[in-house]
């Protein structure tokens, strides 16, 4: 990840404003009931963080062939869900994304399968597959749990059936 994006990610994580009550009302509108029980138990600042990627994807799509696809804009409301089970706050985010950038691609496996603050750790590296595999269970769009297991590995893109267009755009959104 570059480094402006991080900067501005923690500069937003700071507010603990939660989304408005019409931003809720569309998410709703948007998830499967499990997948919204899901959202719902994330921290403001990630909830409010989807809500910003799913409006950005939104008008990004608008003049594509996926323009008012709503399994597009669950993708982007769901891609971060698997870090809640990390139960990590701000200042451990912080220090997990450090460890990931050092600890190289097998570090997160290796980690998240011992205990206490390592395990933590290891859990948020992996929150993509983590989130991908909550989402099946949630019973949202399998094209959702994709995007999640993949959105931060760019390399696996091309494989995964997405036009790459779409990919950009996904990823774009998240990236603002």
Known sequence: MAAP????RFTRSLSRRPPGAADVEWVRSLLTPGEFALWSRLPNQDRSHSVRVARRTEAALASTPWAGDRVWLDAALMHDVGKYDAGLGLYGRVAATLCGAVGGPGMPDAWSGRGGFTRRVGLYLRHGEIGADMIRLAGGPE??????????????????????QLARALDAADHE
Request: aromatic share 8%.
């Open 5 to 8: 994006h991080l900067v501005r």
């Open 143 to 164: 094209q959702s749990a994709v995007w999640a297991a993949a959105h931060h590995h760019p390399d696996t893109w091309a494989g995964l059936g997405l036009d790459p």
